[in-house]
């Protein structure tokens, strides 16, 4: 629960950071994501595959973090089936 909440303070700020926009690769985000998240998916037997993803303008920290929370929340409430 205190991780929900601090999630929903952080994207409370997302428009007070005051972070201009940058060219940012999605598939370095997700690396360091899979890297993050490395023992949660190791502890899961999860197995997370993906295409080439773009280059996009944005905040790479916040796309961690929405990167992160999604792969999190997909792996925590999965289904027993593979």
Do not use: H, W
Not at 12 to 21: A, K, L
Not at 52 to 70: I, K, Y
């Amino acid at each position: 629960m205190q991780r929900m909440i601090d999630s929903l303070l952080s994207y409370s700020r997302v428009n007070t950071r005051g972070v201009g926009f940058e060219s940012v690769s999605l598939d370095q985000v997700l690396e360091n994501v899979l890297a993050n998240l490395k023992n949660e998916i190791a502890e899961s037997n999860a197995t997370i595959s993906f295409e080439q993803l773009p280059q996009v303008q944005g905040d790479s920290s916040q796309l961690l973090a929405c990167f992160e929370e999604l792969l999190r929340n997909a792996i925590k409430f999965r289904s027993d089936k593979p």
